[in-house]
């Protein structure tokens, strides 16, 4: 007979998979898609506070208070970074997407940061 009452999952598969999805389903580890989130609102907060601004005059349509506080100054990191803009023309940190374009995030050790690429 089939116990109706019993709400239970039978999962199989390699211990190290199961532990990660075991703290998934328990809520012990914070995902990183919701980091990744909540990392975004509050980098999208701060430049419209003035607390990060770009380091040259910039427009941004979509959300012209983001950019409205002006220019910032130029920090030795937003150098490092624009140095691996001219090298890398293909990687940038925001980039509005032509029709057809797909934008995929992607970032590597030792980069100023997660970058969008525009493929």
């Given at each position: 007979m089939a116990e109706w009452c019993r709400n239970r999952f039978e999962i199989t598969g390699k211990s190290v998979c199961l532990d990660v999805l075991i703290q998934w389903i328990e809520g012990n580890d914070a995902s990183r898609y919701r980091h990744a989130i909540q990392q975004s609102i509050l980098l999208f907060l701060a430049g419209c506070a003035g607390i990060l601004k770009p380091v040259r005059t910039e427009t941004y349509p979509p959300y012209p208070g983001l950019v409205s506080h002006g220019a910032g100054p130029t920090t030795v990191a937003s150098q490092a970074w624009e140095v691996a803009e001219?090298?890398?023309?293909?990687?940038?940190?925001?980039?509005?997407t032509q029709p057809g374009e797909r934008a995929m995030a992607s970032a590597s050790v030792g980069s100023p940061g997660p970058v969008v690429k525009i493929v």
């Open positions: 001219h090298e890398q023309p293909q990687l940038c940190l925001i980039r509005d």
